[in-house]
């Protein structure tokens, strides 16, 4: 099998290319691959697309950088059956990969190229792809603030997530929209504080918005919070992150869950969202599930979270904050 990396060169805080092609070169187990670094953003995909219409042999194409650079290899593989997806996660944001148990795993170079692969969902607005979630509302204005300071000393960086927190509770408490997951409105007042839509279990680096999230079941999870005041959300906050916020009592006037397999939303002229990091200006849009999509290399020591567990349990239940 063919092993191509897609380097971002503009991820992380210094290009990765010698630093991982040294490396490649010191493989125990040699393999056939080759680096392709991006130009601009929308390269990767492009690259990939063209490379599997011209050849026809098994290839897996490795994400090297964040989230968007996940993202756009994603969009390049999806759809070419002799082409599947790994991460090498060294850009600023990865949190796909922390539903296997974090970066470390997939940092192992010798592991990861023999890694073995399964089918995990994808989730698709229109004729584009996401593979870690969908989020609006707070999240919203969290995504675009860290966009504006992801390079800026102290908040930029590691502390973008939280920099963007403190614009939302100025600029986002209450987001006009309606939300409906598979034919059910979930808040008929229409509006809420924040939605995820989520195949993985992370956003923002460290908020754990979907802990039952199972990224190969043909379902989305779905978390609605209801507007808040400033003091229920400082309260609410530590709890979420931590992802305890399902079954925790305090959350049940506030909190919306589903899993299903379409979601759609309807708002407002400038209504914005997060697809993957990548934020877009649309105010009516429908989330579907894309069962089974791609192929993903996960190395044999990297499982996915504990949390996961309880899923099956959880399906039987009824769902939180529903009356």
Do not use: W
Not at 130 to 136: C, G
């Amino acid at each position: 099998m063919k092993h191509v990396f897609i380097i971002n060169p503009a991820a992380g805080k210094e290009n990765s290319y010698r630093e991982l092609q040294k490396s490649l070169r010191e493989l125990k187990k040699p393999i056939d691959y080759e680096l392709y670094q991006t130009k601009a953003p929308g390269d990767a995909t492009a690259y990939i697309r063209d490379y599997c219409r011209r050849y026809t042999e098994p290839v897996r194409f490795y994400a090297c950088g964040g989230d968007g650079t996940l993202n756009e290899t994603v969009n390049g593989v999806v759809g070419f059956s002799h082409a599947s997806l790994g991460c090498y996660p060294c850009g600023s944001g990865n949190d796909f990969v922390k539903y296997y148990g974090g970066k470390r795993y997939f940092l192992n170079l010798e592991e990861l190229v023999q890694a073995p692969e399964e089918y995990i969902d994808l989730m698709r607005v229109g004729n584009k792809y996401a593979i870690n979630a969908t989020h609006f509302g707070f999240d919203s204005c969290v995504a675009k603030t860290m966009m504006n300071v992801r390079r800026k000393k102290l908040i930029g960086g590691k502390n973008a997530y939280t920099t963007g927190v403190v614009v939302g509770l100025a600029k986002a408490m209450k987001n006009p929209c309606k939300v409906y997951v598979d034919g059910e409105l979930l808040n008929p007042k229409g509006s809420i504080l924040l939605c995820t839509v989520a195949n993985g279990q992370y956003v923002g680096g460290s908020f754990r918005c979907a802990p039952r999230s199972i990224d190969n079941d043909g379902k989305l999870e779905i978390c609605l919070v209801k507007p808040v005041s400033h003091i229920t959300f400082l309260k609410l906050i530590g709890d979420y992150t931590k992802g305890l916020h399902l079954d925790n009592p305090k959350f049940k006037k506030y909190l919306e869950y589903r899993r299903g397999t379409t979601v759609r939303v309807e708002a407002p002229d400038g209504f914005i969202y997060s697809f993957d990091g990548e934020l877009v200006n649309q105010n009516r849009f429908t989330v579907e599930v894309v069962s089974r999509a791609v192929r993903f290399a996960v190395p044999k020591s990297a499982s996915p979270l504990p949390g996961l567990l309880h899923v099956p349990f959880y399906e039987a239940a009824q769902p939180v904050g529903k009356s």
